[in-house]
């Protein structure tokens, strides 16, 4: 079985990858989205849910936030060599500069209609909301910007149904999404 394991920080991660995976993973490859209780839960057990995973075949794609880390590369090392030591060092290992939410702010769009709400896209093309991987704090952004309608899991739902996956505003959504797509390749 051709299988996609997504290894994710967090509840509302889930909840964004099962709005956007559809639209860039084809049928035939099952997907798999697996919440840990934050980062260090995903750190504590990621060497032993892959090593003792029950499809040897399966590709593990690990994501989670940077949040205050200070080095996205030293972190994305930490995790690779996690992954490594569990036996699956080819495993995709995904960064969000600095919270997933910046993923949301980057498309407006998909935040007014994912929480129907009206006259955000206008703001798109303020400076900030161009390179939204530089918010400090997205979730706070966000949080101000939708007025306190955005609750994490239930608007990552919301809007990851809705976010354009050629969406190139976020270089870590587009890293995401590249990502994803060279793997469904590998295993297509």
């Known amino acids: 079985m051709r299988e ?55 590709f593990f794609v690990v994501m989670r936030d940077r949040d205050s880390h200070p080095d996205c590369i030293a972190l994305k ?26 993923f949301y702010l980057a498309d407006l769009q998909a ?6 709400l009206t006259g955000l896209v206008r703001l798109q093309g303020k400076a900030k909301f161009r390179a939204p991987d530089t918010i400090l704090s997205p979730s706070k952004e966000l949080d101000v910007l939708t007025g306190g309608r955005y609750q994490k899991v239930g608007g990552s739902r919301a809007i990851g149904l809705l976010l354009d996956p050629e969406n190139t505003r976020s270089t870590s959504f587009k890293h995401l999404v590249s990502g994803i797509r060279r793997v469904v390749d590998f295993l297509s």
Do not use: H, T
């Open 111 to 116: 935040v007014e209609k994912g929480l129907g």
């Open 4 to 58: 996609l394991v997504f290894l994710l920080e967090e509840e509302s991660a889930k909840g964004m990858l099962e709005g956007l995976l559809p639209r860039i993973v084809p049928p035939g490859i099952v997907c798999r989205c697996i919440p840990f209780e934050g980062k260090q839960d995903l750190k504590r057990q990621l060497v032993r849910k892959i090593k003792y995973y029950q499809n040897r075949d399966a």
């Open 77 to 102: 090392a930490e995790f690779k060599s996690l992954c490594s030591e569990a036996g699956k060092p080819d495993a995709l290992i995904r960064i969000a500069c600095c919270e997933l939410e910046s």
